[in-house]
Structures are given as C-alpha cells and as structure tokens.
Nanobody, 114 residues
C-alpha cells in the first residue's frame, strides 16, 4: 500500500516562508517522479514542482526562484521549501507520485494573508 502524508501547512503572512514535508511509505526511488501540486476551489489543479528519477526538476513559472524541492531518497521524503509567499499561493498543497499510476496524499493547507 502506497501512502503519501503531507505536513507543514499553516497560516502565514505575505513574504513569509514555510517548509512542507511529504513522507512516503515506500521507497521513493521506485517512482518515476514525485513532487507537489496545489489546488484552489473552483480552479484546476496545477503542478508546483516535480522531481524525476533522472535528477531533473521542473518548477512552475509562479514558483521559480521561490520554491525548492528537497528530496531525500534514504528517508523517502520530498520537502517543499517555500519562500516569499504571496496571497496567490494560498491553496491545498498535495504530494503526488507516479509509477504506472498516480498516488496522492490528502494535502496540507497553506494560507497566505495580505
């Protein structure tokens, strides 16, 4: 059974920082890719940052220069370090991984006040 558990979401003021954690119940090297999405009610889910088995990291345009993925294959974790948060970053942040099918965590809420 694959489980992805997120933590670290909080209420933070604009300009602040948060570090989200994603802990997997299996070896994350067994996934082709693992990373983070975010979801706002009424809007489509969007990718934030994704790490790949070959070492490639893809970061969304809105996150470039502010968000960093921190992957630890021995601990089976993929953290998301978020700096300079903006109100537009408010969303449910979900960890997800892919290997033949997508696996999803339940999400952790990030709320950024003006």
């Amino acid at each position: 059974q694959v489980q992805l558990v997120e933590s670290g979401g909080d209420l933070v003021q604009a300009g602040g920082s948060l570090r989200l954690a994603c802990a997997a119940s299996v070896n994350i090297s067994s996934f082709n890719h693992i990373g983070w999405f975010r979801q706002v009610p009424g809007k489509e889910r969007e990718v934030v940052i994704m790490t790949y088995l070959n070492g490639m990291v893809v970061t969304s345009n809105t996150a470039k220069g502010r968000f960093t993925a921190i992957r630890d294959n021995t601990k089976n974790t993929v953290d998301l370090q978020m700096l300079s948060l903006e109100p537009e970053d408010t969303a449910l942040y979900l960890c997800a991984a892919y290997q033949q099918t997508w696996y999803w965590g339940r999400g952790t809420q990030v709320t950024v006040s003006s």
